[in-house]
């Protein structure tokens, strides 16, 4: 079966309805599992009104399946947040959604992970937790928040979203359709994501990085508001991967922190992909750190 237009899929994992989005590709090259980031959901990976900017349509077009995850927490098992306060119990039902959705279908090379902002957790996770994995892309993530971010994030509460933690992720607005500036795109975020975002700058984030053995890209918005993005930043953020083969820095101008639904992210799936084929090619060299 192949199908670029994404359809919705519900599969039950250990008795927990898990949700996503799919585009199948008949004989895939690999399969894309991208995990979405906080406060929203697997919508994020089809951009409202816009096909073009959509990464699963783009990626089925270029023969990739791709499954658009809601996280653990999410979506259809919403109502069972509370049971995925253990990492590894996360990792079990994302991929058990995955396998489930696939069933016999093909992998092709394996599987390639994409995680956005707090969805990165998840998706390095996963990457360290099976060898089927060929790659990964981050984005909207970083080790070392900006100034403003740090103002914001210090007024946030458990039962309340900080003022300005909008501007952080939706300025410059002329860099995303306005459809997506309307809230269409939120989603309800589950508790267990306060200690993950308490932990995961300074202790989690360097501990799983260091475990991933696969090239990795790491996307950076021009326009990145809650990280810094300095060349220095940059560079401490791909020290982190002491045992990857790879380590790409991929610098997107014209763009803000949601990088797949922002005006640009066109451009930004179709490096992802590219990057994609690079790690099934699997001819390059091992290098340091490579700046694009």
């Not at 089809?46 to 999410?74: E, F, K």
């Not at 919403?78 to 279908?105: P, T, W």
């Not at 992998?107 to 998840?122: K, N, P, T, Y």
Request: overall charge negative; glycine content about 8%.
């Amino acid at each position: 079966m192949s199908s670029s237009t994404p359809r919705p899929r519900v599969v039950v994992v250990d008795g927990v309805p898990m949700s996503a989005l799919v585009s199948q590709a008949a004989d895939p090259r690999a399969v894309i599992v991208a995990v979405h980031g906080g406060a929203t959901s697997s919508a994020y990976f089809d951009c409202p009104g816009h096909p073009d900017l959509s990464l699963l349509r783009s990626a089925a077009a270029r023969g990739y399946t791709t499954i658009a995850l809601d996280r653990p927490g999410y979506g259809m098992s919403a109502v069972y947040a509370n049971e995925f306060a253990d990492a590894a119990r996360r990792v079990q039902f994302a991929f058990g959604a995955v396998d489930q959705i696939l069933a016999d279908s093909s992998r092709g090379a394996g599987f390639f992970l994409l995680g956005h902002s707090a969805g990165c957790e998840l998706a390095l996770r996963m990457a360290t937790s099976r060898d089927d994995v060929i790659g990964v892309e981050l984005a909207g993530t970083g080790i070392r928040y900006s100034a403003p971010a740090k103002e914001v994030i210090s007024q946030a509460t458990l039962t309340s979203r900080p003022a300005g933690l909008r501007d952080l992720l939706w300025q410059p607005t002329d860099l995303y359709p306005a459809e997506v500036l309307t809230g269409g795109l939120s989603s309800p975020g589950a508790a267990y994501e306060a200690e993950v975002t308490a932990n995961w700058a300074r202790r989690d984030f360097p501990a799983i990085a260091a475990r991933v053995t696969v090239p990795v890209q790491y996307s950076v918005a021009e326009h990145e508001k809650v990280w810094e993005s300095t060349p220095g930043a940059l560079d401490a953020v791909a020290a982190l991967f002491t045992a990857s083969p790879r380590v790409a820095v991929n610098a997107m101008p014209r763009s803000g922190h949601n990088l797949s639904v922002g005006l640009s992210a066109g451009e930004y799936h179709r490096r992802v992909i590219s990057f994609v084929e690079e790690c099934i090619a699997g001819d390059r060299e091992p290098t340091e750190v490579e700046a694009g």
